[in-house]
T-cell receptor, first 116, second 113 residues
C-alpha cells in the first residue's frame, strides 16, 4: 500500500524557535492533511491542502502541498510550550475510477518537545 | 457538541476473550473508520465504512471485525484478542467518503495479556 515517510521522528527545541517537518510519499496524493495529537487525546486537524503548490497558513502554522504531489511540509513559527505533541501528516488518494476515497494514510509522526 | 465517543477508554483483557470497543458519532457522518496507533508506525487503518451496511478492510484488518447497522455506531470487535493487538485504537468519522476532514475519538488503550 501507499507509505508516507515523515521526518524528523522527534524534535527538542527551545521556546521561540521555528520548527519544520515534512512528509514524502512513494505515490501521489490528492489531499494532504496535518494533524496534531495532544497526550491522551485523538488527533485534531490543523491544516488541509487540496491543490499541488498550495501554501496555507493557520496562525503560526504554515503548510505546503508539494508540486510533485508526493510531499508536504509543516512549519511552526515562534514555538510555545503548548505546541508540544505529536504531529502527523496524512494523505488521501483517489481510486482507479478517479473518485476520492476516505482512506487516509498517515506518516509515523513527529514528536515535538518545547523547552521553556 | 459534535463528537466521536469511544468506550471504554482503557481496557485490559486476557488472550482469547472476545471484546467490543464501541464508537458513536453525533454528526450524521456517513464515513467511519478504525485506526490503531503504535509507536513509530503512526496510525494504520483497520476497517472503514462508507455507510450503513457498507464496510471494507483497511491496511491491517486481520483479527478484527466491524459492523455498521446504524449510521451513528461503528463497533470494533476482537473475537479472540492476542497480545499483538495491544495498541491504542481510534475511531474517526467524516462527512462522506470524499470529505477529508476526519474527527477522531479520544482513543481506547487496549492491553491484551
Amino acid at each position: 500500500g501507499q507509505q508516507l515517510n515523515q521526518s524528523p521522528q522527534s524534535m527538542f527545541i527551545q521556546e521561540g524557535e521555528d520548527v519544520s517537518m515534512n512528509c514524502t510519499s512513494s505515490s501521489i496524493f490528492n489531499t494532504w492533511l496535518w494533524y496534531k495529537q495532544d497526550p491522551g487525546e485523538g488527533p485534531v486537524l490543523l491544516i488541509a491542502l487540496y491543490k499541488a503548490g498550495e501554501l496555507t497558513s493557520n496562525g503560526r502554522l504554515t503548510a505546503q502541498f508539494g508540486i510533485t504531489r508526493k510531499d508536504s511540509f509543516l512549519n511552526i513559527s515562534a514555538s510555545i510550550p503548548s505546541d508540544v505533541g505529536i504531529y502527523f501528516c496524512a494523505g488521501q488518494g483517489r481510486n482507479a475510477g478517479g473518485t476520492s476515497y476516505g482512506k487516509l494514510t498517515f506518516g509515523q509522526g513527529t514528536i515535538l518537545t518545547v523547552h521553556p | 457538541e459534535a463528537q466521536v465517543t469511544q468506550n471504554p477508554r482503557y481496557l485490559i483483557t486476557v488472550t482469547g476473550k472476545k471484546l467490543t470497543v464501541t464508537c458513536s458519532q453525533n454528526m450524521n457522518h456517513e464515513y467511519m473508520s478504525w485506526y490503531r496507533q503504535d509507536p513509530g508506525l503512526g496510525l494504520r487503518q483497520i476497517y472503514y465504512s462508507m455507510n450503513v451496511e457498507v464496510t471494507d478492510k483497511g491496511d491491517v484488518p486481520e483479527g478484527y471485525k466491524v459492523s455498521r447497522k446504524e449510521k451513528r455506531n461503528f463497533p470494533l470487535i476482537l473475537e479472540s484478542p492476542s497480545p499483538n493487538q495491544t495498541s491504542l485504537y481510534f475511531c474517526a468519522s467524516s462527512l462522506s467518503q470524499g470529505y477529508t476532514e476526519a474527527f477522531f475519538g479520544q482513543g481506547t488503550r487496549l492491553t491484551v495479556v
